[in-house]
C-alpha cells in the first residue's frame, strides 16, 4: 500500500509537537515540581492548544507515563542488553540488585514524575513498564533458582522501588539514597537465600 500524501509529514510533526511537549513539560517539572503541572499550564508554555495536549496524552496521568517512558526504555534497554551487572553476563542475584539500585537511581531524579505516574489507579500495575520490570525480577528469580510463590515474591520486590515509599523514606524521614539501595541488597540476598 502506498503512503496517503502528506501522510509522512503529519507523522514528523506529530513526532516534533511530542517532544516540544515533553520538553516543556520536563522543564516545567524541574521548575515547579510534577504536582504543579497543569495540561493548561503545559499547553502555554509549549505554545499549543490545550486540545493538542490532551490529543497527544489523554490525561494528566498520561503525560507523566510519557515523561517516564524515556527513562524506562533505557533502564529495560540496560537490563536486557547492557553490560553486566545489571545486563546479561552476570549471577541472577547480582542482577537482581543492580537492578535494584538502578531504579532507586532513577527515583532519586525522576521520583516525582513516577510518582504521579503511579497514582494513575486505573492501570498503575498493568502499565507496559511496570509489567517489563515485573517480569525482569520474576525471569532472574527463577533463573537464581528461588523456590515458593515467585509471582508474589516478584510484587514484593518491586514494592520498595516504588516512587512513592521512596521519596517519603528520602525526603521525609531523611533516609539517604544509598541507605536504600544497601537495604534494597539486604532485602534481595535474603529473601533469595
Given amino acids: ?6 501522510e509522512e509529514t503529519e507523522r514528523c510533526d506529530a513526532a516534533r509537537n511530542r517532544r516540544l511537549l515533553l520538553d516543556a513539560a520536563a522543564e516545567l517539572v524541574a ?26 496524552f489523554g490525561s494528566r496521568s498520561g503525560l507523566m507515563r510519557a515523561l517516564l ?8 534497554s540496560g537490563f ?8 546479561p553476563g552476570a549471577e541472577p542475584i547480582d542482577r537482581l540488585v543492580a537492578f535494584g539500585r538502578a ?8 521520583g516525582e514524575v513516577m510518582r504521579a505516574a503511579e ?4 492501570f498503575r500495575y498493568s502499565a ?4 517489563v520490570n515485573y517480569t525482569h525480577v520474576l525471569n532472574l528469580l527463577r533463573a537464581a533458582g528461588v523456590e515458593g510463590d515467585l509471582e508474589l515474591l516478584a510484587y514484593g520486590l518491586l514494592t520498595p ?12 524521614l531523611g533516609m539517604p539514597m544509598d541507605r536504600l539501595a544497601d537495604a534494597w541488597e539486604d532485602l534481595v540476598r535474603r529473601v533469595t537465600r
Avoid at 500500500?1 to 502528506?6: D, E, N, R, V, Y
Avoid at 536486557?80 to 545486563?87: D, R, Y
Avoid at 507496559?128 to 509489567?131: F, N
Avoid at 515509599?165 to 521525609?172: A, G, I, K, P, S
Wanted: charged share 20%.
Fill in 31 to 56: 521548575t515547579i515540581g510534577a504536582d504543579a503541572v497543569t495540561m493548561d499550564g503545559l499547553a502555554a508554555k509549549a505554545g499549543v492548544g490545550k486540545g493538542t495536549v490532551f490529543r497527544r
Fill in 128 to 131: 507496559p513498564a511496570h509489567m
Fill in 119 to 122: 497514582n494513575s489507579l486505573e
Fill in 103 to 110: 531504579r532507586l537511581s532513577i527515583v532519586e531524579v525522576q
Fill in 69 to 76: 517512558d524515556h527513562t524506562e526504555k533505557e533502564l529495560q
Fill in 161 to 172: 522501588l516504588e516512587a512513592s515509599l521512596v521519596l517519603h523514606q528520602f525526603r521525609d
Fill in 80 to 87: 536486557l542488553f547492557g553490560p553486566p551487572p545489571l545486563g
Fill in 1 to 6: 500500500m502506498l503512503p496517503i500524501a502528506g
